[in-house]
């Protein structure tokens, strides 16, 4: 699964290179222009971790971070600064309010790649792992292998990707929307059942030796995959 980055940067020409360097890269990118837009794409996308700038139009990036970090669906979200050189009393600031990690204007790529994936292995390594396990489940990205208890489970690609985000966040009840969007992406345009379709699919292959079923189903609101 690639994580998910939001970035939230007013300049159009960094934004653009991020965008441009991070999909190179492996990740999954949103972007947004000033604090408000961030606020409505973290709740809208669920990204993994927030690159956040300091000055931003609107809702600056530090209240950005206090808002996110006093909301408990957001208190753990990795939040990286992004500040101009010399603003030493800003980022000390910044991670007062919570952000994870700070990095300075101008940064080599390479430098971000770097602190983007130690925050993300620090605070979720179910992200950064090769194999996460969950309750009797197991999964293994390299070798893209799902085990229960001690039977492989044949997944499809989509169920596989769908377990694995489900994975990455056990007991968080996620909608038809977010579901879609972290597992088919959004430039894709799938009808909400289809998800359906699939959680079916995946509740069948891992329910197959008849043990109890993992995925939850919340009425009206999605499904979440039990975390015990
Ligand atoms: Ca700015």
Known sequence: MQPHVLVVEDEDALAELLQYNLKKEGFRVSMA???????????ERQ????????MLPKVSGIEVCRRLRGRQ??????????TA???EADRIRGLDTGADDY??????MKELFARVRAVLR???PGLAEDRVVVGDISIDRVAHRVMRSDAEVHLGPTEFRLLDYLMQHP???FSREQLLDAVWGSDVYVEARTVDVHVGRLRKALNKAGEGDPIRTVRSAGYALNAD
């Open 73 to 82: 669906e957001t208190r753990n979200l990795p939040i990286i600064m992004l």
């Open 33 to 43: 222009a000033d604090g408000e837009e961030a606020m409505m794409l973290v709740e």
């Open 85 to 87: 050189r010399g603003e």
């Open 122 to 124: 620090r605070i979720r």
């Open 103 to 108: 990095i300075v204007k101008p940064f080599l």
């Open 171 to 173: 007991g968080r009840v």
């Open 47 to 54: 990204p993994d971790v927030v690159l956040l700038d300091w």
